[in-house]
C-alpha cells in the first residue's frame, strides 16, 4: 500500500506517512482530506518538520510512462509512491485527423469555404507535434502537483533508449528524430522489441534468439536495420541462404521496413522532457534503458512501468519496494471538448450551445458521492457528474449511468482535471 502525503497547516509538504499513522489523525481530529488524488491529508496544528531526501524518478514511455518517488532512509532507499501515467498521445492524433478531413469537406463541398492555412505557417526550434507535447506536458504536470505534497530534492529520468541512428549529432531531437534509422550498438535490443522478443517465422518465445538477415549477406544483404529479424536457432539453421520470401515468409520484409512508432514517440519528446526538467533547479541522475534492465534483474523485479522508474539510474541499484506497494493507474483524458453544441450528420446544430460551465458549483467530470435518501433512485452512487443546466444530474458509476440525481444529494470527492484514476488489484 502507498503511503499518504503529508502537507502541514501552512500548506508546505512534509514526509509521507504509513496509511494507519494517516488513518489515527483523521480519526483524532489532528489531519484532515485535503485531496483524493493522489490522497493527501493536511496537519491541523503541525508546522513545519524534518524530511529526508527524496527523488522523483521517471521512466518515460510512448503510452505509459512509470512514476516512482524514491525516499532516503537510515536502512537505505525505499519507494514510498508509484503511479503509472496513461497518454492520449493515439486520441489527440485522431481528433486532429478528424479535424483535417471536416474542413478539407467543407471546401471541396463549397458550403463553408476556409482558406487553408497550412502553407502560411512557421514552426518555432524545438516544436513537437501535439501529440508528442502532450506526454512532455503531462508528466511535467504531475511533477507540479506531486512537489506541492512531497519535498523533492532530486531527479532521476531514462533519457535513452534506442540508438535510432548514428549520432554523427548528439543534439538531434524534435522531428528530426523521427526521420532516422537505427544505425547503432543496441541493435538487438531494438530487433527485441519491435518484434515481440519472439522467433519471427515460428514465433516461439522464452528462447535465445539471433540477430537474422532477412536477405541473406550471401546474396548481397544489407546490416540496415530494414534487412534485420530475429529468429530461434532451429528456424535460423533451416533458412539457410535463402531469402525470407523464398523460404515461406515474404510479409516479414514489408513489416521489417516499419519504423518502431513507439521508440520513435520516446527519443522525439526525451531531450524536450530533459530541457524542461532542468527549469525545477533540482538535481537530475541520468540513465539508459540498458542500466534499468540490469538493476531490475539484479533485484529480481518483473517489467512493469513503475518498477522501471524505480530501477532508473545509479540510484535504482538497490531499492526496497514493500510487497504491498501498488501504483496509482493515471489516465490523462483531457479537460472535455470546447464544441459548445451537438451536430446532425448535416452540420446543423441539433442541441443549444453550452451557457454555463458549472451548475450549483458542479462540473462535468467531478467526482462525487450521491446519497440519495428517496425516490425511485434511492441508494448511494459514487462516480464522475454530467451536470444539467436545471441541476438534474447523471452520474456515471462503474454499474452504469444513474439518471435525474438531483445536486442537492452530490457530495464533492475531487474535481476534475483531466485525468481518470483507479488502482490495480492485487492480484493483477
Given at each position: 500500500?502507498?503511503?499518504?502525503?503529508?502537507?502541514?497547516?501552512?500548506?508546505?509538504?512534509?514526509?509521507?506517512?504509513?496509511?494507519?499513522?494517516?488513518?489515527?489523525?483523521?480519526?483524532?481530529?489532528?489531519?484532515?482530506?485535503?485531496?483524493?488524488?493522489?490522497?493527501?491529508?493536511?496537519?491541523?496544528?503541525?508546522?513545519?518538520?524534518?524530511?529526508?531526501?527524496?527523488?522523483?524518478?521517471?521512466?518515460?514511455?510512448?503510452?505509459?510512462?512509470?512514476?516512482?518517488?524514491?525516499?532516503?532512509?537510515?536502512?537505505?532507499?525505499?519507494?514510498?509512491?508509484?503511479?503509472?501515467?496513461?497518454?492520449?498521445?493515439?486520441?489527440?492524433?485522431?481528433?486532429?485527423?478528424?479535424?483535417?478531413?471536416?474542413?478539407?469537406?467543407?471546401?471541396?463541398?463549397?458550403?463553408?469555404?476556409?482558406?487553408?492555412?497550412?502553407?502560411?505557417?512557421?514552426?518555432?526550434?524545438?516544436?513537437?507535434?501535439?501529440?508528442?507535447?502532450?506526454?512532455?506536458?503531462?508528466?511535467?504536470?504531475?511533477?507540479?502537483?506531486?512537489?506541492?505534497?512531497?519535498?523533492?530534492?532530486?531527479?532521476?529520468?531514462?533519457?535513452?533508449?534506442?540508438?535510432?541512428?548514428?549520432?554523427?549529432?548528439?543534439?538531434?531531437?524534435?522531428?528530426?528524430?523521427?526521420?532516422?534509422?537505427?544505425?547503432?550498438?543496441?541493435?538487438?535490443?531494438?530487433?527485441?522489441?519491435?518484434?515481440?522478443?519472439?522467433?519471427?517465422?515460428?514465433?516461439?518465445?522464452?528462447?535465445?534468439?539471433?540477430?537474422?538477415?532477412?536477405?541473406?549477406?550471401?546474396?548481397?544483404?544489407?546490416?540496415?536495420?530494414?534487412?534485420?529479424?530475429?529468429?530461434?536457432?532451429?528456424?535460423?539453421?533451416?533458412?539457410?541462404?535463402?531469402?525470407?520470401?523464398?523460404?515461406?515468409?515474404?510479409?516479414?520484409?514489408?513489416?521489417?521496413?516499419?519504423?518502431?512508432?513507439?521508440?520513435?514517440?520516446?527519443?522525439?519528446?526525451?531531450?524536450?522532457?530533459?530541457?524542461?526538467?532542468?527549469?525545477?533547479?533540482?538535481?537530475?541522475?541520468?540513465?539508459?534503458?540498458?542500466?534499468?534492465?540490469?538493476?531490475?534483474?539484479?533485484?529480481?523485479?518483473?517489467?512493469?512501468?513503475?518498477?522501471?522508474?524505480?530501477?532508473?539510474?545509479?540510484?535504482?541499484?538497490?531499492?526496497?519496494?514493500?510487497?504491498?506497494?501498488?501504483?496509482?493507474?493515471?489516465?490523462?483524458?483531457?479537460?472535455?471538448?470546447?464544441?459548445?453544441?451537438?451536430?446532425?450528420?448535416?452540420?446543423?446544430?441539433?442541441?443549444?450551445?453550452?451557457?454555463?460551465?458549472?451548475?450549483?458549483?458542479?462540473?462535468?467530470?467531478?467526482?462525487?458521492?450521491?446519497?440519495?435518501?428517496?425516490?425511485?433512485?434511492?441508494?448511494?452512487?459514487?462516480?464522475?457528474?454530467?451536470?444539467?443546466?436545471?441541476?438534474?444530474?447523471?452520474?456515471?458509476?462503474?454499474?452504469?449511468?444513474?439518471?435525474?440525481?438531483?445536486?442537492?444529494?452530490?457530495?464533492?470527492?475531487?474535481?476534475?482535471?483531466?485525468?481518470?484514476?483507479?488502482?490495480v488489484s492485487a492480484t493483477g
Open positions: 500500500m502507498q503511503r499518504v502525503l503529508v502537507i502541514d497547516k501552512n500548506k508546505q509538504p512534509l514526509m509521507p506517512c504509513n496509511p494507519a499513522r494517516a488513518r489515527q489523525l483523521l480519526k483524532q481530529g489532528k489531519a484532515a482530506v485535503f485531496r483524493k488524488y493522489p490522497f493527501t491529508i493536511i496537519l491541523k496544528e503541525r508546522d513545519g518538520g524534518e524530511t529526508q531526501p527524496v527523488k522523483f524518478k521517471i521512466d518515460p514511455g510512448s503510452k505509459t510512462t512509470g512514476i516512482a518517488i524514491v525516499a532516503s532512509f537510515k536502512r537505505g532507499l525505499r519507494a514510498i509512491w508509484v503511479a503509472e501515467l496513461t497518454h492520449r498521445g493515439q486520441q489527440i492524433r485522431d481528433k486532429l485527423l478528424k479535424r483535417r478531413q471536416l474542413r478539407s469537406g467543407r471546401r471541396s463541398r463549397k458550403t463553408r469555404y476556409r482558406k487553408p492555412r497550412f502553407l502560411n505557417r512557421r514552426r518555432p526550434k524545438g516544436w513537437l507535434a501535439p501529440s508528442l507535447r502532450s506526454r512532455v506536458r503531462n508528466i511535467w504536470t504531475w511533477l507540479k502537483r506531486l512537489n506541492r505534497f512531497v519535498p523533492i530534492t532530486n531527479l532521476a529520468m531514462e533519457l535513452t533508449r534506442f540508438d535510432t541512428q548514428k549520432m554523427e549529432n548528439p543534439e538531434i531531437s524534435g522531428i528530426e528524430y523521427q526521420q532516422g534509422t537505427l544505425q547503432g550498438y543496441e541493435v538487438r535490443k531494438y530487433l527485441l522489441e519491435k518484434w515481440g522478443r519472439k522467433c519471427a517465422y515460428c514465433g516461439a518465445v522464452h528462447v535465445p534468439l539471433q540477430v537474422e538477415h532477412i536477405r541473406p549477406r550471401s546474396r548481397g544483404g544489407s546490416n540496415q536495420i530494414s534487412n534485420l529479424t530475429i529468429a530461434c536457432e532451429k528456424c535460423n539453421l533451416a533458412k539457410g541462404t535463402m531469402s525470407a520470401a523464398e523460404s515461406g515468409y515474404p510479409e516479414l520484409q514489408a513489416q521489417a521496413k516499419k519504423p518502431l512508432k513507439d521508440a520513435a514517440a520516446v527519443n522525439t519528446t526525451r531531450w524536450a522532457l530533459f530541457e524542461q526538467l532542468k527549469l525545477t533547479g533540482l538535481p537530475i541522475e541520468i540513465g539508459n534503458g540498458a542500466r534499468t534492465k540490469f538493476n531490475r534483474s539484479q533485484q529480481d523485479y518483473p517489467k512493469t512501468h513503475w518498477l522501471d522508474a524505480i530501477c532508473v539510474g545509479e540510484s535504482g541499484r538497490t531499492v526496497f519496494v514493500p510487497q504491498t506497494l501498488l501504483p496509482l493507474i493515471i489516465s490523462a483524458g483531457g479537460r472535455g471538448s470546447r464544441q459548445m453544441c451537438r451536430v446532425d450528420k448535416y452540420g446543423f446544430p441539433r442541441t443549444k450551445a453550452k451557457q454555463f460551465k458549472r451548475v450549483k458549483g458542479f462540473q462535468t467530470g467531478d467526482m462525487v458521492k450521491a446519497i440519495v435518501t428517496h425516490g425511485k433512485e434511492t441508494g448511494t452512487y459514487v462516480g464522475r457528474v454530467a451536470v444539467r443546466a436545471c441541476g438534474s444530474f447523471n452520474i456515471k458509476t462503474e454499474q452504469g449511468t444513474i439518471q435525474g440525481i438531483s445536486y442537492k444529494y452530490c457530495q464533492p470527492q475531487h474535481r476534475s482535471d483531466g485525468y481518470a484514476y483507479s488502482f
